[in-house]
């Protein structure tokens, strides 16, 4: 059973950071394509961050682009997005899921989900 526990939302300012991470179970971890995303009230949900089996291939939003960083441990079963600069607009629910199939990293068709964990940036 493939499990995808998400961690590290909270409540700060603009201006601040956050660190959210994800861990996986059930699945090869090392195998697998990982990503961020986020749903705000009354928005679609968007892909924030994705990061392919190695680390090496990496996705970001154009909002959070130099802002975010999306990275994992395979050692660990993990994957972390840091977050600095955080502005009021990135208040949301953020999720992680996790795909196995080899298309291009920014692809948005994510089979495992975990639960979200929620953002809220103050002005």
């Known amino acids: 059973q493939v499990q995808l526990v998400a961690s590290g939302g909270g409540l700060v300012q603009a201006g601040a950071s956050l660190r959210l991470s994800c861990a996986a179970s059930?699945?090869?971890?090392?195998?697998?394509?990982m990503g961020w995303f986020r749903q705000a009230p009354g928005k679609e949900r968007e892909l924030v961050a994705a990061i392919g089996w190695s680390g090496g291939n990496t996705y970001y939003a154009d909002s959070v682009k130099g802002r975010f960083t999306i990275s994992r441990d395979n050692a660990k079963n993990a994957v972390y997005l840091q977050m600095n600069s955080l502005k009021h607009d990135d208040t949301a629910v953020y999720s992680c899921a996790a795909r196995l199939d080899p298309r291009p990293i920014y692809y948005t068709d994510y089979r495992y989900w975990g639960q979200g964990t929620q953002v809220t940036v103050s002005p």
């Open positions: 059930g699945l090869t971890f090392s195998s697998i394509v």
